[in-house]
């Protein structure tokens, strides 16, 4: 069995747990437990081929927080994913520098894990670091339609 979250994990927490996950059966489970729409967020734009990052892929220059798990002296990207839009392509109007800061500056008000886990997303590389698919995430949240988003 999985390792039990916190109440309100982080989404880097809930992804370390489906990764550590044995089987298929409780990677499902735990993403339906910790559905939010953040998540889901994050799962389109790194899994959706459609959902096309308008961000320079590669390393971001960002100072990371320091602050610890839990704490109130960093942001979630629970309360942040309202600004994702800006970050694919042709969901934002904005200037390409306007979109690197706020960018930017969300990474360094995250927790450093969360900051990591946007990082690897707007490369499309979250499997790199967590043992997650595609197929578990369709199976997990069936309601997710997927492509059409460019």
């Not at 590669?58 to 960093?74: F, L």
Request: charged fraction near 25%; hydrophobic fraction near 35%; include cysteine.
């Amino acid at each position: 069995m999985a390792k039990r979250l916190p109440k309100n994990p982080l989404l880097s927490e809930v992804l370390q747990a489906v990764s550590s996950a044995k089987t298929k059966a409780e990677k499902i489970k735990i993403l339906q437990e910790h559905k939010t729409e953040a998540l889901q967020a994050i799962l389109i734009w790194n899994f959706d081929d459609t959902a096309k990052s308008s961000l320079p892929p590669g390393d971001v220059p960002y100072t990371a927080s320091e602050a610890p798990a839990g704490s109130n002296y960093h942001t979630r990207l629970v309360g942040e994913s309202r600004k994702f839009y800006h970050f694919i392509q042709g969901a934002s109007d904005i200037n390409q520098t306007q979109r690197e800061n706020i960018f930017i500056t969300m990474l360094e008000s995250l927790h450093k894990d969360e900051a990591e886990l946007l990082c690897l997303t707007k490369d499309g590389n979250l499997s790199k670091k967590y043992r997650i698919t595609l197929n578990t995430i369709k199976e997990a949240y069936p309601e997710i339609v997927w492509g059409n988003r460019g």
